[in-house]
């Protein structure tokens, strides 16, 4: 059935995000609705509203979200009414080449459901009966979402939705990058160049692993305040500092393994020059295309030095989800302290302005007060 909802839209790039009434249609074959519950508000929210990703507006926002399932469409199996799910803002299909090998986040298909479902149609209607585009296939800044079942992760339904809503997008991509991505062993020295959500993520991704040493890299200073909380070990604030990298490198000798989660060329080279030998530098942030770095071509063999990158921290969703959930339901990752504001839908712009200006760990946008949603 069709169904009324406020939904955060960007009708136009370059202009602050608006809250609209839009028509979610009913599931199709292989598709579920959600009352979402919670959503967080990412900085890829805001690069679509801008152009940095380019998904064409009108495009409704959110790929960071739980829901409970409200309708199923035909041929579902996988899901039942009232089940808790987490969006998965990158479709896989399980039958490619890279999903059979393990490596679903690479899924050849995915480029099929960038900002529509995986038919290349949409559920999302605007006042007009346009159709809305929706971000990474999910849209789900927006009371009600339906999507295919392959942007769908069942998760434990008595975790709080605005903390199970982040692992879809801010704690995946930084604790995946220190579990998957590059296997961080106990007693390692690591570093954290960014601290946003994805860096403290990776920092708490290094305490669980159990990292010997975590430096923490910003030039704001309560965010390495926040990076300590996250159980940063040391901080180096850049402003005060001549060279990062070398200031990493006094701290700890090099280290083994380094996080970037800036997404800049100018921090990449930084984050690999701060390694010792046999050490690992992996690249999280999203930079521009354009973007480039440049490395010491030598110490790639002499040092035997790795450059690599991570996407939405390597996930294989089914199994990472429901794991780091049960990390957090264990102690032993934080998702209530990341969460330091919550927004109701119609002061989205609001959030989105906080992001930007630093002010909090996640932003996340909570609906009507529901079961497994606290306040
Ligand atoms: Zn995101
Ligand atoms: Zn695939």
């Known amino acids: 059935m069709d169904r009324k909802a406020k939904a955060v839209v960007c009708r136009e790039w370059g202009q602050p995000v608006q ?9 199709k074959r292989d598709e579920i609705t959600l009352k979402i519950g919670a959503c967080g508000v990412c ?6 509203t801008t152009g940095k990703i380019p998904y064409p507006a009108p495009l409704v926002l959110g790929h960071e ?3 409970v399932v409200i309708e199923v469409g035909e041929g579902v199996t996988a899901f039942k009414e009232g089940d808790h799910v987490v969006s998965s803002f990158i479709s896989m299909c399980g039958k490619c080449r890279q999903c059979v090998r393990g490596r679903p986040v690479l899924c050849e298909n995915a480029r099929k459901a960038m900002f529509t479902l995986p038919d290349g149609t949409v559920r999302t209607k605007g006042a007009d009966g346009e159709d809305l585009n929706v971000f990474g296939a999910c849209g789900v800044m927006a009371e009600y979402a339906t999507m295919h079942v392959d942007n769908c ?5 008595t975790i709080p939705m605005q903390n199970a809503a982040l692992v879809g997008c801010a704690v995946m991509t930084g604790v995946g990058a220190v579990f998957n991505t590059a296997q961080v062993e106990p007693g390692s020295r690591t570093a954290v160049f960014g601290i946003g959500g994805v860096g403290l993520n990776a920092i708490q991704g290094c305490v669980t692993a159990g990292a010997e040493m975590i430096v923490a890299v910003d030039n704001n200073e309560k965010k390495l305040q926040m990076a300590r909380g996250f159980g940063a070990t040391h901080t180096v604030n850049i402003s005060e500092v001549e060279d990062a990298a070398k200031a ?3 701290l700890t000798g090099g280290v083994d393994y380094a996080f970037e989660c800036v997404g800049a060329g100018a921090v990449v080279e930084q984050a690999y020059k701060c390694l010792g030998r046999g ?3 992996v690249v999280v942030g999203v930079s521009d295309p354009k973007d480039k770095t440049s490395i010491t071509t030598l110490t790639l063999p002499a040092d035997e030095r790795v450059l690599k990158g991570s996407w939405l921290g390597s996930a294989r969703p089914q199994y990472d989800f429901p794991r780091i959930l049960g990390l957090y339901k264990a102690g032993k990752l934080k998702l209530d302290e990341l969460v330091t504001t919550t927004y109701a839908i119609d002061d989205a712009a ?3 302005e906080d992001m930007l200006a630093g002010k909090n760990a996640r932003g996340v946008i909570v609906f009507e007060t529901d079961k497994g949603v606290t306040q």
């Open 153 to 157: 992760v069942k998760v434990d339904d």
């Open 65 to 67: 979200a739980a829901g």
């Open 279 to 281: 050490g690992t530098a």
């Open 19 to 27: 809250v609209e009434t839009i028509t979610v249609e009913g599931p």
């Open 248 to 250: 990493v490198k006094k």
């Open 350 to 352: 609001q959030a989105f």
């Open 43 to 48: 900085h890829s929210d805001q690069s679509a």
